[in-house]
C-alpha cells in the first residue's frame, strides 16, 4: 500500500491564492499569516520610515520594501516569502512581482502566535540563501537580535528597545529603538 504524499505547493499556486489570503511558500508548504498587531504595525513604519529617509538622504541605491512583498529566495519555484522589511541593493534582483534572490537585509518582527517560525525556520532559510544581514525584532520581549553573514554563518548579537544598533550593510545608519517610541 502506497503512503500518502504531502502536495507540493509551487510558484504558481502561490500567486494564484486569493487577495484576502497571505501565507508564505516554504519548501513547497503553505504557511499562513495573521493579521499584524497594532504594535507590529507601528515598529514596521518607523523601521520603514527610518530606513528609507536614509536611503533618500544619501541618495543610495539601495531599495526598502515593507510586507506585503514577494521574495523569492532560490532559483526552484518552492519558496516565496514575504519579510516585514526587505532592503534589496542589487536592482537586478527586483522584478514586478517582488524580488528574486536573497536581499541584502530583512526584519521580521515576531509575531506572537508562532515566534519558531522567524526564529528557526526563516533563520536557517534566510542563512541558506546568503541574506548578509537578518534583524529579529520581538515586541513581547523588548528585544531585537541582529545575525550578520560572517564567512557562511550567521554572527549574532544582541539588543533591546533602549538601544542603538548599527546596520551592518551600511556605514552611517544607526537605528535608536528609543526614539521609535515603544
Known amino acids: 500500500m502506497a503512503l500518502a504524499q ?19 511558500l516554504i519548501d513547497g508548504q503553505f504557511y499562513g499569516m495573521s493579521a499584524p498587531s497594532r504594535i507590529h504595525q507601528e515598529i ?8 528609507f529617509n536614509h536611503i533618500q538622504t ?6 526598502v520594501y515593507p510586507a506585503p512583498f514577494a521574495v523569492k529566495l532560490f532559483e526552484d519555484d ?3 516569502v514575504e519579510p516585514d522589511i526587505s532592503v534589496i541593493c542589487d536592482r537586478d534582483k527586483l ?6 534572490g536573497a536581499p541584502d537585509w ?16 526563516k533563520l536557517n532559510l534566510y542563512l541558506d540563501a546568503g541574506v548578509r544581514e537578518y534583524w529579529i ?25 533602549q538601544d542603538k ?8 545608519l544607526h537605528i535608536d529603538f528609543k526614539e521609535l517610541g515603544l
Do not use: W
Request: charged share 25%; aromatic share 10%.
Open 6 to 24: 504531502p502536495n507540493i505547493f509551487t510558484e504558481e499556486d502561490y500567486y494564484r491564492l486569493p487577495e484576502n489570503v497571505r501565507a508564505e
Open 44 to 51: 514596521l513604519s518607523g523601521l520603514h520610515g527610518t530606513i
Open 58 to 63: 544619501k541618495s543610495g541605491s539601495c531599495k
Open 78 to 80: 518552492k519558496t516565496i
Open 95 to 100: 522584478t514586478d512581482r517582488g524580488c528574486t
Open 106 to 121: 530583512i526584519i521580521e518582527i515576531v509575531s506572537p502566535g508562532n515566534p519558531a517560525h522567524d526564529y528557526v525556520r
Open 137 to 161: 525584532v520581538d515586541p513581547m520581549q523588548g528585544s531585537i537580535h541582529v545575525y550578520h553573514l560572517e564567512e557562511g554563518q550567521f554572527k549574532m548579537a544582541s539588543y533591546t528597545f
Open 165 to 172: 544598533i548599527k546596520a551592518g550593510i551600511y556605514d552611517d
